[in-house]
């Protein structure tokens, strides 16, 4: 298998798009996930504070494994770690929601002509279009949550085909905190970050055309900068959330 497409096929940190099934393994990698995705799910918003005191009781687990994870979860962007405060789910301010999708563009810009220029692209780029054709089907089953998963995880899984380890961890903070940002509450078929956007640019990538897959993500990333709204602090009662399989 080439070396790209085994960045792919490799075990991921974060969670598995495909596979919504409940995670076996340590207390602390399912409490890890079952977070993430609670997070990316817009079913925890933002600022809500996750104490360690109720995540040690939902998980039945000691408070340095709960400090663990929190401090995986704010390296990956998606939580904030506030001195005498507390752990909080990520809220990004305007100005760095702008930031952040300007630099999202020039490193995805980058990544595009990288993968464009590579020998048999099509093979390349193979498991990302399966990625896509996943995230039309839970598009079509209405399953929202593994939707809005699979439509932030298609940047990570371009960026995991440039080989390089860097860029990628870059990309998945980034991806991460701009899809806390995006408004949960838009309508399905009109979400800019789309299948059917995300389809357009792996047709450019697989003619070799780079500007054309440039073009056509610099337009999707703006439709998903523009989509950006300020979210209500939120007060959740976590056990209801998270820990189900407990």
């Given at each position: 298998?080439?070396?790209?497409?085994?960045?792919?096929?490799?075990?991921?940190?974060?969670?598995?798009?495909?596979?919504?099934?409940?995670?076996?393994?340590?207390?602390?990698?399912?409490?890890?996930?079952?977070?993430?995705?609670?997070?990316?799910?817009?079913?925890?918003?933002?600022?809500?504070?996750?104490?360690?005191?109720?995540?040690?009781?939902?998980?039945?687990?000691?408070?340095?494994?709960?400090?663990?994870?929190?401090?995986?979860?704010?390296?990956?962007?998606?939580?904030?770690?506030?001195?005498?405060?507390?752990?909080?789910?990520?809220?990004?301010?305007?100005?760095?929601?702008?930031?952040?999708?300007?630099?999202?563009?020039?490193?995805?810009?980058?990544?595009?002509?990288?993968?464009?220029?590579?020998?048999?692209?099509?093979?390349?780029?193979?498991?990302?279009?399966?990625?896509?054709?996943?995230?039309?089907?839970?598009?079509?089953?209405?399953?929202?949550?593994?939707?809005?998963?699979?439509?932030?995880?298609?940047?990570?899984?371009?960026?995991?085909?440039?080989?390089?380890?860097?860029?990628?961890?870059?990309?998945?903070?980034?991806?991460?905190?701009?899809?806390?940002?995006?408004?949960?509450?838009?309508?399905?078929?009109?979400?800019?970050?789309?299948?059917?956007?995300?389809?357009?640019?792996?047709?450019?990538?697989?003619?070799?055309?780079?500007?054309?897959?440039?073009?056509?993500?610099?337009?999707?990333?703006?439709?998903?900068?523009?989509?950006?709204?300020?979210?209500?602090?939120g007060h959740f009662d976590l056990r209801s959330v998270?820990?189900?399989?407990?």
């Open positions: 298998m080439p070396k790209n497409l085994k960045l792919i096929a490799a075990a991921d940190p974060t969670p598995s798009a495909v596979d919504a099934k409940p995670r076996k393994g340590s207390v602390e990698e399912r409490m890890y996930h079952e977070i993430y995705d609670a997070i990316m799910e817009h079913r925890l918003p933002p600022r809500t504070k996750l104490t360690e005191h109720s995540l040690c009781e939902i998980y039945a687990t000691a408070r340095h494994t709960v400090r663990k994870v929190l401090a995986r979860l704010a390296a990956d962007g998606m939580v904030d770690l506030e001195p005498n405060r507390g752990a909080f789910i990520a809220s990004p301010s305007t100005d760095e929601a702008h930031d952040m999708f300007e630099l999202r563009q020039m490193l995805e810009r980058a990544v595009l002509e990288k993968i464009a220029a590579m020998p048999d692209v099509r093979s390349v780029i193979a498991p990302v279009r399966q990625m896509v054709a996943h995230e039309r089907q839970a598009f079509l089953g209405n399953e929202r949550p593994r939707w809005i998963r699979l439509s932030a995880e298609f940047h990570t899984a371009l960026a995991q085909l440039s080989g390089n380890a860097l860029l990628v961890t870059m990309m998945r903070r980034l991806v991460s905190r701009t899809t806390l940002m995006i408004a949960s509450v838009e309508a399905p078929g009109n979400n800019a970050c789309s299948f059917d956007e995300h389809e357009a640019i792996l047709d450019a990538l697989e003619q070799g055309n780079a500007a054309l897959a440039q073009s056509r993500m610099a337009h999707h990333l703006g439709a998903c900068a523009d989509r950006v709204q300020p979210d209500e602090p998270l820990g189900r399989d407990a």
